[in-house]
């Protein structure tokens, strides 16, 4: 596909998660980064936080001391902010500046007095993690500002995009300092309606009666928010990633973005049609022996998997509504064993001991709580293992359906798979996203990605998108996107269950062409086709930038 780009010098991409995978924004720099390398090479910097050290190195990241060398050697930056640059360990290998920024520390009040006085960013009631996230992207900014120094970048087209309401400090120090640099700014989802949601106040129903700034001082969420708005509007392009989110901005931030820049994804992530059939039958076997060791007792090998996966926020995820679903299975007589995890990370303390032993035993014992992987921290506060409880879910041999929590990162690394997400993935045979507050949905897609059909919801960014351009059906897209209101809770939980139990006892003709529909329903979600929206939203910024192009810094 023949892309019609925009002419750029140098893009800056800054966010809390490059080479730092803690959420979904991970996936999608990561996964963009090869289009925009396609596209401009190696004029794409990637900014992101350096919170590693020598006994604990990023997997992602790799230096090399050569790259932007004669800048790096006459850097002004605060004193004690440092940099790594390297490349990035995804495809595309995108170059990365890492910024050692807890020398800001001694700036920031400075800097919040300043950025209330010119943006009205109310930091007095900040606590958290918005002294780190503001010291960051300050210290972001100031690499910026160096770097276009240095290569004298006044007369040269110039993009700083910065992400979520972690990085808007950035933006703002940008704004004041560069004024010639086109600023985007992205919200994936605004701190406030999250919170909304995580409170459990309805948030669609009443959307249009809720002000931002009042919830925010309810919520004590003042900080952020104000953050948030300011770069929002100051910004000379405010995009988000769907339609849903994009109305919620308008109402809670009181800014529509310019534009909607929906999440795609790279198709090479997805093992190959060759080494699909192996990463499925290495994953079952896995998948069917953690079940085992639990429970003493083995499933059959068609048992039917699923999962639900993600951030850990239970109202927001719909992990309530999965587990409720599934109760809900349990007793429509569904004509396959069904064996369901629960992959979202909490607060684990270490792998279960006993569990580990029974792994690599022949004679396998049952264990007690035969649904967790991990010991928690806080198993009396866990929502999802005390909801698993209270439906009684035991794992017995003649149960329906069999639930398995996982409650730490699958990076690899976890005790008892060691096993990354997407190598479990592939073993699936579908997946259920039923969130609340999804402002894309990235986990659904990674699914159709690997021929995974999967249900959502009508509140997802990905749900909304699916009912836009192909069709509701595991046969015509591989996905089911499920009516989801404030109201219906239970009619979702019963057309989930259904929707489960229809793919369980399906054919093997129909599961087929559920596959086939979910691989080419990705297809359509490559950056190939979503880039063009961000070549947008840069033709915007650049436009905005040209106006003040001799303008004075303001700082």
Known sequence: ?????????????????????????????????????????????????????????????????????????????????????????????????????????????????????RFGVDSLHAYGDYDEACTFSLAAGAVIESICNFKRMRHKNVIAHFDEWTTGMGLLYTKLTLPYVGTIFTTPATSIGRSICGNGKPLYDYMTGYNGDQMARELNMESKHSLEKAAAHAADCFTTVSDVTAVECEQLLERRPDVVTPNGFQGDIAPTKIRAKRARTTAREAMLNVAASLSGHRLPDDTFITATSGRCEYRNKGI???????????????????????????????????????LSALDKK???????????????????????????????????????????????????????YYDLLAGMDATAFPSYYEPWGYTPLESVAFGVPTVTTSLSGFGQWILSTSKSDFTESGVEVVNRTDSNYGEVVNNLAADLKSLADADTDYRDRATKAAYATASKAEWNYFITYYIDAFKIALIAADKRRNEPTQL
Not at 80 to 109: C, H, Q, Y
Not at 329 to 350: F, G, R, T
Request: with cysteine; charged share 25%; net charge negative.
């Open 1 to 117: 596909m023949k892309i019609d780009a925009v002419n750029l010098d140098m893009i800056f991409e800054t966010s809390w998660e490059v080479c730092n995978k803690v959420g979904g924004i991970y996936t999608v720099l990561s996964t963009k980064a090869q289009t925009l390398q396609n596209l401009y090479k190696d004029k794409t910097i990637f900014i992101g936080p350096d919170v590693w050290t020598e006994e604990n190195p990023s997997p992602y990241f790799t230096e090399v001391p050569s790259l932007l060398r004669p800048w790096k050697d006459k850097a002004e930056l605060p004193e004690g902010v440092t940099v790594r640059v390297g490349r990035w360990n995804v495809s595309g290998k995108p170059i990365v500046i890492l910024v050692k920024f807890e020398a800001m520390n001694k700036f920031k009040d400075n800097f919040y007095g300043l950025m209330w006085e």
């Open 320 to 358: 309530d509504l999965f587990l409720d679903s599934l109760r809900t299975l349990s007793s429509l007589n569904p004509s396959k064993q069904i064996l369901a995890y629960i992959m979202v990370p909490a607060w684990p303390k270490e792998p279960r001991a006993d569990l580990k032993d029974n």
């Open 366 to 420: 049952r264990l007690g709580d035969p649904v967790i992987t991990h010991v928690l921290n806080n198993p009396n506060e866990d929502p999802i293992i005390n909801r698993i409880h209270q439906l009684g879910f035991r794992n017995e041999p003649n149960d329906p359906v069999q639930v398995i929590y996982m409650p730490c990162y699958l990076n690899g690394n976890d005790g008892i798979f060691n096993m990354a």
